[in-house]
């Protein structure tokens, strides 16, 4: 299965954000089984702003219609999911939930790397720039994940990632409410065992 991830390009002001995402979204339709939406890469400057409710609805509007325009001429759907940063306030995760819904995205991914340096702190690498992933994003990821179960209640499936390296932490994450997970810098640590180990964990 192939999940392709989509972003505005880094010289894109965010104004004019939504063109470079109906570009991607047309090129990659026809080869990929999942698209995910990436607004949350703390790399690419102004990317995040596009979680702002405004901002969102303006993007995802745009994706619904782009989507609609293909699944006619293409004939099939293909399942696309939004992917949002762990460092997100409280009341912004209701409001992001609500804009799923309102747009008919399949699924959440939740999350992308983390700019909260207080997890490293002390660390002699803790203030290179760019997001942090792994270990240190667990407990961050866990608790969005929690945070957007109960309020999605089930309605759109979650994909959980964000420092997962064992079958036990997969097994946490579908009981805090994650349909699928996705590993990234476990897999550096515990080598590619680690996603046969992570396919075989059963409720
Ligand atoms: C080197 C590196 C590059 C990444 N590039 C992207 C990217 O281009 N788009 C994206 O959405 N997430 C990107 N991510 C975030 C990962 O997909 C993942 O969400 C994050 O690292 C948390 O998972 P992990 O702790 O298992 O690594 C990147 C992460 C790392 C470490």
């Given at each position: 299965m192939l999940g392709i991830n989509i972003g505005k390009n880094l010289h894109t002001p965010v104004d004019n954000a939504i063109s470079d995402y109906r570009i991607c979204l047309q090129k990659v339709y026809p080869l990929a089984d999942y698209i995910s939406l990436n607004?949350?890469?703390?790399?690419?400057?102004?990317?995040?702003?596009?979680?702002?409710e405004s901002a969102l609805d303006e993007l995802l509007y745009a994706i619904d219609e782009t989507r609609k325009s293909l699944q006619d001429q293409y004939q099939f759907n293909r399942p696309i999911a939004l992917k949002v940063a762990?460092?997100?306030?409280?009341?912004e995760i209701p409001v992001i939930a609500e804009l799923l819904k309102k747009h008919q995205i399949d699924a959440l991914i939740a999350t992308n790397t983390t700019l909260d340096r207080s997890l490293v702190q002390?660390?002699?690498?803790?203030?290179?720039?760019g997001g942090l992933s792994g270990e240190a994003l667990c407990q961050k990821s866990r608790d969005l994940l929690s945070q957007f179960h109960q309020v999605l209640q089930g309605e759109i499936p979650i994909i959980s990632v964000g420092g997962i390296n064992s079958a036990e932490e997969v097994r946490l994450r579908m009981q805090l409410g994650a349909s699928l997970v996705q590993l990234y810098t476990g897999l550096i640590y515990q080598g590619p065992k680690l996603v046969r180990e992570a396919a075989a964990v059963r409720l």
């Open positions: 607004v949350s890469s703390p790399n690419t400057p102004g990317l995040r702003d596009l979680q702002g762990p460092d997100l306030d409280d009341d002390g660390h002699s690498n803790a203030i290179q720039a």
